[in-house]
């Protein structure tokens, strides 16, 4: 990933066209005594007629970024305060105190912008909640959003002196580490590089081991079997680009020339990206992407290094663009005329053995914890397997009750016939009702009958309740349903 520019490069990029000013440039240069391709020459012209894109600095809020420069750009009072406005007045929020002399079209569009990115914020802040299974907690969204300094979150509604002052220096801030954290990356892969190696080695039998061992080394020192690598931005390194890149003859190298053809943007200054660009002859004398032994993330972290020291020879005035006048400053420096050999990366390792050590400790602490975490996920997934087989085992015994009760209804006497009276259904009676009716007329006739001997009703009692038991029936009265005794007793109470 290449590194973006710096907030004020991305805002010189508007001001003029760049195509009028190379050839401005070009026609007020004095007289040069060099053989110049002037096909070459032209083609830079062609190439520049076209504005550059935005540049996109990387940052979580690049696009807010850029539309608020875009539409400051557009009021002809801020363009002309920026353009004669230096980086370190701008960090100090000098810059941003214009805004209260810019059109009120441009504040209107200014207030619209950050509404956005006030709900853009938010929007974030609840898909965080909901990732992180918090969807039934309240959000306070003015204090979330106090972690996001590039705006006043205090006024969600229109765009101040403070929202511009903000944006100023967080963007400067943020742009500032993004270097060192690229290198910390770097230094992670490089780490995680070895020790895929060391591990790799530890499978192998020791026969292999030691092909393997050979087979790195070997890769190593065709690696480093390369041309020499010219200084970054030293004369012999510009005079190489000026011969194989411009067509140019290297003994009629001129710096001022030089600087005119390589800021393709033409906005008087090499940001990041032109500087990089300078050293890719560099590079692809050490790194082929074809070759086992070439590692194009170490190029690109070469060439990050490369484009640093320049800046740090270079830009005096540290705001990460260079200059005309930094540049020929430059030119004329010992280092430029006489440098010291350039160490590349094979030469400088990224990371020490103590770093190494506590690299791969911290690897192994990583690896222990998800051993941990994955035995306890086991424990849990075998305890639901185990309730999921309780589970089918209750239902496989609430089926099983089902179809017991299924077969015993299936089994039962179909109800006897309705009997219709007026109309109206009536079932008949269960036998023991029928008997007891049967009983209970039989009393009343004996009531009304003269009494008879009492063999002769203890003769005719015997054998009914025989016959009643032999039936399944109720003999007594107390032999009845609750319901019956209580009809039985008031039967036999009729006078």
């Not at 520019?5 to 009028?20: D, E, N, P, Q, Y």
């Not at 970054?232 to 140019?248: C, I, R, T």
């Not at 209970?440 to 004996?446: G, R, T, Y």
Request: glycine share 2%.
């Amino acid at each position: 990933m290449r590194f973006r520019c710096h907030i004020k490069m991305s805002w010189s990029r508007a001001l003029f066209t760049g195509w009028v000013l190379l050839l401005v440039q070009l026609l007020c240069l004095e007289a040069v005594p060099i053989s110049m391709d002037k096909t070459k020459v032209k083609e830079a012209e062609k190439q520049n007629e076209e504005p550059p894109a935005s540049v996109d600095t990387g940052l979580h809020y690049d696009r807010y970024l850029r539309e608020v420069i875009d539409f400051l750009e557009k009021d002809q009072h801020f363009r002309e305060k920026l353009h004669n406005t230096d980086m370190e007045d701008i960090k100090q929020g000098k810059l941003a105190k214009e805004l209260d002399f810019v059109s009120h079209h441009v504040r209107t569009k200014l207030d619209e912008l950050k509404r956005q990115e006030v709900n853009r914020l938010r929007t974030l802040i609840k898909a965080k909640q909901d990732i992180e299974g918090g969807n039934d907690i309240a959000v306070d969204h003015q204090a979330l959003l106090k972690q996001f300094e590039h705006l006043n979150h205090m006024n969600p509604h229109t765009f101040e002196v403070d929202d511009l002052d903000r944006l100023i220096k967080s963007a400067t801030k943020d742009l500032e580490n993004f270097d060192k954290e690229r290198h910390d990356e770097f230094k992670r892969y490089e780490m995680m590089k070895e020790h895929d190696r060391r591990e790799h080695l530890k499978t192998l039998n020791e026969d292999e081991r030691k092909k393997e061992e050979e087979h790195y080394e070997e890769m190593r020192k065709k690696h480093a079997d390369h041309p020499k690598v010219n200084h970054p931005g030293s004369q012999n390194q510009l005079k190489e680009v000026w011969e194989e890149a411009d067509g140019l003859d290297p003994e009629d190298f001129d710096p001022k020339t030089f600087f005119n053809l390589h800021d393709t943007n033409g906005d008087g200054f090499f940001d990041e990206q032109e500087l990089e660009a300078l050293f890719t002859k560099e590079l692809e004398k050490i790194y082929d992407p074809t070759n086992e032994e070439d590692d194009m993330v170490e190029m690109e972290e070469e060439r990050l290094r490369m484009r640093e020291h320049v800046m740090n020879e270079v830009d005096s005035n540290k705001d990460r663009l260079v200059s005309l006048d930094e540049f020929l400053v430059a030119t004329k420096k010992k280092e430029f005329l006489e440098p010291d050999s350039w160490e590349t990366l094979e030469q400088n390792q990224a990371y020490t053995d103590d770093e190494m050590r506590e690299f791969e400790e911290h690897l192994a602490q990583q690896e222990q914890d998800l051993h941990l975490k994955a035995v306890d996920l086991q424990k849990q997934r075998d305890e639901l397997e185990r309730q999921q087989e309780q589970l089918n085992a209750q239902k496989m015994e609430l089926q099983q009750a089902v179809e017991h009760m299924e077969r015993l209804k299936s089994q039962k006497v179909d109800p006897p016939p309705e009997v219709h009276v007026e109309g109206n259904a009536i079932p008949e009676v269960h036998a023991v009702d029928d008997q007891l009716h049967l009983e209970l007329e039989a009393q009343q006739a004996h009531q009304a009958a003269p009494p008879a001997p009492q063999d002769t009703l203890q003769e005719h009692h015997e054998p009914q309740s025989q016959d009643l038991a032999q039936q399944g029936l109720p003999q007594t009265h107390q032999d009845l349903p609750p319901g019956h005794q209580e009809a039985a007793q008031g039967q036999n109470n009729i006078p």
